[in-house]
């Protein structure tokens, strides 16, 4: 099993700053793509950042310019640095993971979701 431990979510102010921490740990033998997702309070989970192999980030629209990610290898870790945070960008955070297991099974696992609350 592979899991996966956020950490750094927590209350700011708008404009204010927050790092948001992943890490994974397990039975992993490659990650081909980490990424945070986002839900807030009755909508559905989106997609906020991803990275994948080679260093290829994708960012939703609404954070462009304000976030940045990155990645670990040696720790199989993933970064989130949120800046200008706005009280949309109100949610829980949830750290993703894609790769192979040790027995060549793919796998995607979700952490345990980290709450960001901004206020106005």
């Known amino acids: 099993q592979v899991q996966l431990v956020e950490s750094g979510g927590g209350l700011v102010q708008a404009g204010g700053s927050l790092t948001l921490s992943c890490a994974a740990s397990?039975?992993?033998?490659?990650?081909?793509?980490m990424g945070w997702y986002r839900q807030a309070p009755g909508k559905q989970r989106e997609l906020v950042a991803t990275?994948?192999?080679?260093?290829?980030?994708n960012y939703a629209d609404s954070v462009k310019g304000r976030f940045t990610i990155s990645e670990d290898n040696a720790k199989n870790a993933v970064y989130l640095q949120m800046n200008s945070l706005k009280p949309e960008d109100t949610a829980v955070y949830y750290c993703?993971?894609?790769?192979?297991?040790?027995?060549?099974?793919?796998?995607?696992?979700w952490g345990q979701g980290t709450q960001v609350t901004v206020s106005s």
């Open positions: 397990g039975t992993i033998f490659s990650i081909n793509a």
């Open positions: 993703n993971a894609e790769g192979l297991n040790w027995v060549a099974k793919t796998f995607r696992s």
């Open positions: 990275t994948a192999t080679g260093g290829s980030t």
